[in-house]
């Protein structure tokens, strides 16, 4: 609603209400054994009958074939499967059976013949997660200007606007519960001593009313269940503009806004286990997703100094700090759990909120400029450059795989409060020299950041944070109009041919060492645009 009285300029109110499902079906990693090298007692299958002393063979050289690696500067020639996987995958899924088979079997089976999928699927129940999000949302938003004159010393240009917005988020997971064996619990005889420099098991200390109890509770049965979980949020915000000259400015911002989990991370599935420490029985664990996840909140502050001493040309100062609440990592929490008559509460590993807060502050000092008053031809350069530092500390990050039946992973050795926030080098620049006419547009473009963590979990063990080595790339395009319907130009990527590299943390001491190099090429495209 336009008011158009006085400072005020107008008024906006809004609410949104919506419901999104999802089924995630996904195995990911399917890693089995084919032909152990380290099995000292059968030994690996070989590809070759040569003479190397094994009665483990493959029947032949039908499936192999010769890998010649000189060409990457390793003298070494190798057999290795001859097919393709990709063209052909029941063709190699035969050859990989057929040598787990020579090797003793018990190995890499294809993920529709695993024990436990569900029938006409490839996929365990696991890997099936249900969702359900409704969220509705309410805001309110009032916009002012006091329409002055800017004049240094006599009047300040204040405008901006003033917000608060209200989000109810309901989430509910499908799944299930699975129930440990009896067996699984204790399988022995509490009477019998234990053996010569044995101890009594954990379960033996247990009063016989605590033994009961655990006995019943493990079943071995899995049910159905389904998981709920209801927050809400007041998020304000406030953006002002102060126009203290008519070229030079300033503005301060203030939000707080939330992040919601990824649903896969939500999911509702436990596989109980009986929970031993030091052989002390202290209940029950799982590993598994969690329903109850506040979202992450961020309250962030923003304050600039723009200078505008051209039409083309300005210097602009920013600072920024940001406090993240709530950020979701590796954790432990307990859910209360009946079954059979018998209640516990389950003590949980996957997602879970942090109780410390996350820190990230910085600034942004940037520069643009066309050079107009350079004489003819040369009046069409220009410039623009930027550089930008940032601080990230405070918290453990997330070591989480939405895309698995149990998300939580596997536990980092590495306190990952110590890394910095993933994604975020501590120092960015960009510098781009430019050249604009009616004619003609030319880019040449230099970004470079410094190291920064890629991930916080590798894709393979140990699972260990991995970094990015600092890069720089350089970019440019060329592009001529014809007329107001055609244009043909060339863009040109990775220039100098750069080769970018990963470092794997080791230890807490952040001590690292080399992991992978990528080689990206440099890559160009002819482009023609045509307007009809």
Known sequence: YDLDNGWLESVKVGARIAERDQTTRNSLYNWGVISELWNGATGPVWLDQGSVPTPRLTGGLSGAGTFDFSGQGVPITAYGYAGNPGADYDDAVAFALAMNAIWGGGGWVPLAQRANVIPGTEYTPGEINETNEQTTAAYALIKFNNNA??????????????????????????????????????????????????????????????????????????????????????????????????????????????????????????????????????????????????????????LSAEWYFAPTGSVTLSVFTKTLEDVITNGFYERTITNNGQTYDVYVRGPANASEDGDIQGFEIAYQQFYEDLPGWMSGFGIQANYTFIDSSGVPQENLDPGKANPGGTEPAIDTSLLPLESLSEHNFNFAAIYETEKISARLAWNWRSEYVLTTRDEIVPFAPIYADDTGQLDGSFFYTGNDNFKVGVQGVNLLDETTQTFQVLNSELLMAPRSWFKNDRRFSFVVRATF
Not at 194 to 216: E, N, Y
Not at 279 to 295: D, K, R
């Open 149 to 302: 004159e800017p004049i240094w010393g006599e009047s300040i240009g204040i405008s901006g606007n003033v917000g608060i917005r209200y989000v109810e988020t309901q989430i509910s997971a499908e799944g299930g519960l699975s129930f440990p064996t009896q067996a699984q619990v204790f399988t022995g005889d509490c009477s019998a001593p234990p053996a010569p420099g044995g101890s009594i098991p954990a379960f033996c200390l247990l009063t016989p009313a605590q033994q009961a109890a655990a006995l019943a509770f493990a079943t071995g049965t899995s049910i159905p269940n389904s998981a709920k979980h209801t927050y809400d949020n007041w998020l304000p915000s406030v953006n002002l503009k102060f126009q203290l000259t008519p070229s030079f400015l300033m503005r301060f911002g203030y939000t707080q806004a939330i992040r919601r989990s990824d649903l896969g991370l939500t999911r509702n599935q436990l596989q109980i286990t009986p929970r031993v420490i030091d052989n002390v029985f202290l209940g029950f664990e799982a590993q598994a997703g969690n329903t109850f996840l506040s979202p992450i909140k961020s309250e962030q502050f923003d």
